[in-house]
């Protein structure tokens, strides 16, 4: 557990309840997450959803008003790893990705309107949502700037056209936050899955499998949407996805952190046990050094997830501070379950450990919510111009 960082007693107690729900409920339950189907399963998603509300700590980022317990991001950052150490532990507490991004958002700019209709039933899990913004090469992807799906503006409304693709959840779900192109800049706007305008037009075969409704190719083809639809405002969707765009890239972080724990206290357990060379693999100086660096990363990512948090707490935007451990976490928490697969031998790579199904869901993390390289260009380039004194830009990474 990590809660020494958070004295707060509430925060202590529902941490450990997750910390039970995760071994007792969703564990046991990972033998149903279907490599093949790219998705936990939406009856799955149902009966663990029960099971977290039954358990009381049913959605811990949600707003209060629609029954979540808001936790702040502090207190987010030790639950949250709580429940990463199941793949089935963040879509059970309805605080997986997209949904926990997109909750937060609407929390924030959402109209009245659009909170009765969107924030309340995502909050208590009813539907799910996705969040469209990449497109294949040439639009969108590393580079926002590249954003070539558009929003015409007719006498009642928007029409939409483009194709977006890698779009997580959107088979299934109830709605999008579609990123589209607009006269002055780029706006958001909230689109009914049942507009026929919308087309989830495939799921895409993928590395990972833990998100409900896999990852989609979606097409919008002279899809109308009314003045109500925007979200946020006209032309603001850059600025807008900044408000979702830190917390939610911190929110992997402590989900995957949790995940690759599970892998490395899989190892450990392994190498303690396992005889070799008149001994055990533990106490082989090449294993030592391979369990000791996972507690240095699984410490470091800690330090750095929580750091950012209290800023966010703060009221700071914690651009660099979110970004520095995007990286830092995706990259470290590869190495951990990459190191805990080499630790397990032949079983680490088998569905006899959890390691494998960890393994391929982590990899990808390192390229979504910024990849790697795009990370580390804007943390270089805030460091010169701050070095010569210049204004800090609005980067999208
Ligand atoms: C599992 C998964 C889930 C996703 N879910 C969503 C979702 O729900 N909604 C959504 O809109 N998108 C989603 N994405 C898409 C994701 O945001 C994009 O994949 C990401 O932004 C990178 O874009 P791209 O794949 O087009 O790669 P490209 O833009 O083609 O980039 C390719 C590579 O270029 C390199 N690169 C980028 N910038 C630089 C630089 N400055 N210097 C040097 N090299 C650089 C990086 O190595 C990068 O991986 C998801 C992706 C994955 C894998």
Same mark, same amino acid.
């Given at each position: 557990?990590? !809660?020494? /960082?958070?004295?707060?007693? &509430?925060?202590?107690?529902?941490?450990?309840?997750?910390?039970? /729900?995760?071994?007792? &409920?969703?564990?046991?339950?990972?033998?149903?997450?279907?490599?093949?189907?790219?998705?936990?399963?939406?009856?799955?998603?149902?009966?663990? =959803?029960?099971?977290?509300?039954?358990?009381?700590?049913?959605?811990?980022?949600?707003?209060?008003?629609?029954?979540?317990?808001?936790?702040?991001?502090?207190? =987010?950052?030790?639950?949250?790893?709580?429940?990463? +150490?199941?793949?089935?532990?963040?879509?059970?507490? *309805?605080?997986?990705?997209?949904?926990?991004?997109?909750?937060?958002?609407?929390?924030?700019?959402?109209?009245?309107?659009?909170?009765?209709? !969107?924030?309340?039933?995502?909050?208590?899990?009813?539907?799910?949502?996705?969040?469209?913004? %990449?497109?294949?090469?040439? #639009?969108?992807?590393?580079?926002?700037?590249?954003?070539?799906?558009?929003?015409?503006?007719?006498?009642?409304?928007?029409?939409?056209?483009?194709?977006?693709?890698?779009? %997580?959840?959107?088979?299934?779900?109830?709605?999008?936050?579609?990123?589209?192109?607009?006269?002055?800049?780029?706006?958001? /706007?909230?689109?009914?899955?049942?507009?026929?305008?919308?087309?989830?037009? +495939?799921?895409?075969?993928?590395?990972?499998? $833990?998100?409900?409704? #896999?990852?989609?190719?979606?097409?919008? *083809?002279?899809?109308?949407?009314?003045?109500?639809?925007?979200?946020? =405002?006209?032309?603001?969707?850059?600025?807008?996805?900044?408000?979702?765009?830190?917390?939610?890239?911190?929110?992997?972080?402590?989900?995957?952190?949790?995940?690759?724990?599970?892998?490395?206290? %899989?190892?450990? $357990? !392994?190498?303690?046990?396992?005889?070799?060379?008149?001994?055990?693999?533990?106490?082989?100086?090449?294993?030592?050094?391979?369990?000791?660096?996972?507690?240095?990363?699984? &410490?470091?990512?800690?330090?750095?997830?929580?750091?950012?948090?209290?800023?966010?707490?703060?009221?700071?935007?914690?651009?660099?501070?979110?970004?520095?451990?995007?990286?830092?976490?995706? &990259?470290?928490?590869?190495?951990?379950?990459? +190191?805990?697969?080499?630790?397990?031998?032949?079983? #680490?790579? %088998? #569905?006899?450990?959890?390691?494998?199904?960890?393994?391929?869901?982590?990899?990808?993390?390192?390229? !979504?919510?910024?990849?790697?390289?795009?990370?580390?260009?804007?943390?270089?380039?805030?460091?010169? +111009?701050?070095?010569?004194?210049?204004?800090?830009?609005?980067?999208?990474?």
């Amino acid at each position: 557990m990590s !809660y020494e /960082f958070d004295t707060d007693p &509430e925060v202590h107690d529902f941490a450990l309840q997750v910390r039970k /729900f995760v071994e007792s &409920e969703a564990i046991p339950l990972e033998n149903q997450i279907d490599a093949q189907a790219h998705g936990i399963a939406p009856e799955l998603r149902v009966q663990l =959803q029960k099971a977290a509300k039954a358990a009381g700590i049913f959605a811990p980022t949600a707003p209060k008003e629609f029954g979540g317990k808001e936790f702040n991001h502090a207190a =987010q950052a030790v639950i949250l790893e709580e429940a990463g +150490r199941s793949l089935l532990g963040p879509t059970a507490l *309805n605080c997986a990705a997209p949904d926990e991004g997109n909750i937060l958002l609407l929390n924030k700019i959402a109209t009245p309107a659009q909170r009765d209709k !969107y924030l309340a039933p995502l909050s208590r899990g009813e539907i799910r949502s996705s969040f469209s913004m %990449t497109e294949p090469s040439p #639009g969108a992807g590393a580079d926002p700037n590249l954003l070539s799906t558009t929003a015409v503006k007719t006498t009642s409304g928007w029409v939409i056209n483009g194709n977006k693709w890698l779009i %997580t959840g959107a088979d299934g779900a109830a709605f999008s936050i579609v990123m589209a192109k607009t006269s002055g800049g780029a706006t958001m /706007f909230l689109v009914d899955n049942e507009n026929p305008g919308m087309k989830v037009v +495939r799921n895409l075969d993928t590395l990972d499998s $833990a998100f409900t409704g #896999g990852h989609g190719v979606v097409d919008f *083809n002279e899809c109308v949407v009314s003045d109500d639809a925007v979200l946020g =405002q006209v032309d603001e969707g850059f600025v807008n996805a900044q408000v979702r765009l830190g917390p939610a890239r911190l929110t992997h972080c402590m989900r995957w952190l949790g995940a690759a724990r599970r892998a490395h206290e %899989t190892a450990v $357990a !392994y190498a303690a046990q396992r005889p070799m060379f008149g001994t055990e693999l533990s106490s082989l100086g090449m294993a030592q050094q391979m369990i000791a660096d996972n507690e240095i990363d699984i &410490e470091a990512s800690r330090a750095l997830i929580h750091r950012a948090a209290w800023k966010l707490d703060q009221g700071s935007p914690a651009r660099k501070e979110t970004s520095v451990a995007k990286t830092f976490v995706a &990259e470290a928490t590869f190495r951990i379950v990459d +190191r805990s697969m080499q630790l397990c031998g032949a079983s #680490g790579t %088998t #569905g006899d450990l959890p390691i494998a199904q960890i393994f391929r869901d982590i990899r990808p993390f390192r390229i !979504y919510d910024g990849p790697s390289e795009v990370h580390r260009w804007s943390i270089s380039r805030r460091a010169v +111009r701050q070095s010569q004194g210049g204004k800090l830009p609005g980067d999208w990474a």
